[in-house]
């Protein structure tokens, strides 16, 4: 029984290093699982937002659609104005160019109110995307992290698992970031990820 008891402490030799190894692999994952919910529920709020911008867009085309339509029915009854006939008919006229002068103002002022919301739920896009991009970077670095871990543990490679802890720590931050919605957003990685 002797015998069985020291081939197995002699197979699995106690190693500080496959300790850390486990510790950091154990908590960058569960950190990367947290992101990526994080994560889902942004780019949930982005698909959100960009729909909006583009539901306001579109409204505000048709509004400067009704807007031409209307300035144009006043052009047509301004250039007819002159071969009217009887004061009667004339009032008529007139009062539609009126009508058609007011509904071309009312659509100009509702495009801005709709254009700034439209311009609101863009910034709101850009602003997730930000933190969208933050936790795709933690992710790649919790990722790395983990594989260069487990090739530390089985190469017994110190500076390996130093090298993996940096790229978790690296991930961390990222994560916090955007957890506490800090503007840090390093373009180069960006570009390279993206």
Known sequence: MSDIKEAIETAVPESSLNSRVATLVAVVATLMAIGNIKDGNIVQNM???????????????????????AENGA????????????????ET?????TKFEAEAKRYSREKEEIKKQAEGYETEYDRL????????????????????AGISALTKKDWLFRFAAALGGM????????????????????????
């Not at 960009?50 to 031409?68: D, P």
């Open 47 to 69: 698909s959100q937002a960009n729909s909006r911008a583009v539901g306001q867009w579109n409204y505000y085309q048709a509004k400067s659609t009704k807007e031409i339509l």
């Open 75 to 90: 052009t047509q009854l301004r250039a007819q104005l002159p071969g009217v006939t009887g004061a009667a008919h004339r």
């Open 93 to 97: 006229v007139e009062k539609a160019i």
């Open 129 to 148: 995307n930000i933190h969208d991009d933050q936790l795709d970077m933690a992710e790649a670095c919790f990722t790395i992290a983990i594989t260069m």
């Open 171 to 194: 991930g961390v931050f990222l994560e916090t970031a955007a957890f506490l919605r800090w503007a840090f957003h390093p373009e180069w990685l960006a570009k390279l990820l993206g």
